[in-house]
């Protein structure tokens, strides 16, 4: 396996759709999310991104398990072997997301724009959204799922602000191994807002199709129940994939809570509600620089994310109504999973023009992705362990003990959350 990934070359084309996966998992909500637990806990919550990566790691290599066994993602899958309630419940509680996440990471984009170059918000927000639908519906897929993995790269933004904010190491190492528990609705609020931007449910969806679609794009590829003398390779490959994606993703969560916590908390700003005021308030304690990397990492991050939300809605909906699905059709031969795709972006540019502040909603989509985690991750495991449904690739004992306890530690979270809450 090692002459796989021997070369850098080797190394980048081995990464697909869980590079891809990790990245849009620092989206604008993830970003303000990242950056309230740092201002308001400083880094007492560094050990939560230590936990929190093999769970997430495990999670999406399981739904990435599943896409490729079976060339279903779970929508589809769940059309096929569970109740017609399960499909409608999940589905919908993924578009209500997903929609909320749309509306505040286009607002998000819009706003960090106008800090960086100036102009109206509205219309950056309006632009972005436009540019993201175009990306899309014209482009050859094998194109733009390129052009996506490039985008991934604009996550080393954060890798600099760290190299330029002043960093108290001792106190980082406190943070990330000596957890820190309080028994109080903010402190467990937050958490749950960390998991729900980390292990997220459109990811899930996201990965899973992402996989099915590569079955039908590549034709020497078959699924595994169809193939299975193609398992091993692929297994290896969705593990490397998956891992380091999420590697990737969980190392900049991690990058955005220090800077947080070194400047922003360190100077008593508490209160962060979007990801754009984060990098308006480092301005005046890390310098214009900082400032602006940090900003333009949220319209990369953006440009990254929107399209794969609005995607993974169009795929959930599809594949749950049987429609012909993906972005390696043209428009013309999946008239209904296109219109899917550009409505929930549309839906989400016109929230920032309603009474309703999609921007102040960034950080509560993170908690709302938290609670719609949990039924969705334990009817992934059930999936994932069916032999009815995976044939003889069901997951292994290691990502069935990973799996439920990813699955158990965010119910736990949740349920601590309302128990202190009332």
């Known amino acids: 396996m090692w002459r796989l ?13 869980g590079l891809i996966t990790g990245a849009a998992d620092d989206d604008p909500s993830g970003i303000a999310t990242y950056s309230q637990a740092g201002a308001q806990f400083g880094f007492a919550l560094g050990w939560t991104m230590v936990l929190v990566f093999p769970l997430m790691a495990a999670i999406q290599e399981i739904s990435a398990r599943i896409g490729r066994t079976t060339s279903y993602g779970l929508a589809g899958n769940l059309r096929l072997f569970y109740p017609i309630s ?46 993201c639908i175009a990306l899309q519906v014209f482009m050859d897929y094998r194109r733009y799922i390129g052009i996506l993995k490039w985008l991934t790269l604009s996550l080393f933004a954060y890798a600099g602000v760290v190299l330029i ?28 807002a960390v998991f729900g931007t980390t292990i997220t449910p459109y990811l899930f969806f996201w990965q899973s199709t992402q996989e099915a679609e590569d079955v039908i794009a590549s034709p020497s590829a078959q699924p595994l129940l169809v193939a299975p003398e193609q398992a ?27 800077t947080a916590a070194a400047t922003l908390h360190a ?17 005046p304690l890390a310098g214009p620089l900082a400032s602006t990397v940090f900003a333009l990492g949220i319209v990369g991050t953006g440009l990254l994310a ?93 990502l069935k003990y990973l799996g439920w306890t990813a699955t158990f530690v965010m119910a736990l979270v949740v349920g601590a959350t309302g128990f202190t809450a009332f």
């Not at 904010?165 to 749950?192: C, N």
């Open 86 to 131: 399960i499909l409608r419940s999940m589905v919908a509680l993924l578009l209500v997301a997903n929609v909320v996440n749309l509306a505040a990471d286009l607002g998000a984009m819009g706003s960090a724009l106008t800090l960086v170059i100036g102009g109206d918000t509205r219309y950056w927000t309006v632009a972005f959204g436009v540019l």
């Open 306 to 398: 929107v399209p794969i939300l609005a995607a993974s809605s169009a795929y959930a909906i599809g594949e749950a109504l049987n429609w012909h699905i993906g972005l390696g059709r043209r428009p013309r031969e999946a008239r209904a999973f296109y219109a899917t795709l550009v409505g929930a972006t549309l839906a989400g540019i016109l929230m920032n023009f309603t009474n309703i502040n999609p921007i102040q909603a960034l950080f509560w989509s993170a908690v709302l992705n938290g609670i719609i985690a949990v039924p969705m991750m334990f009817v992934m495991m059930l999936m994932a362990s069916s032999k009815r449904l995976m044939g003889d690739h069901t997951i292994p004992l290691y």
């Open 5 to 17: 990934y021997r070369y850098p070359i080797n190394f980048w084309r081995r990464l697909g759709p």
């Open 165 to 192: 904010v002043d960093m108290p190491w001792s106190d980082v190492a406190r943070g990330l191994f000596i957890p820190h528990i309080e028994l109080d609705p903010s402190y467990l609020t937050v958490i749950v």
């Open 267 to 283: 100077n008593g700003i508490t209160d962060i509600q979007t990801a754009s005021q984060a990098a308006e308030a480092l301005r």
């Open 232 to 258: 091993a390779e692929e297994v290896r490959r969705i593990r490397f994939d998956t891992w380091i994606g999420m590697g990737f993703s969980n190392l900049t969560g991690l990058f955005i809570l220090l």
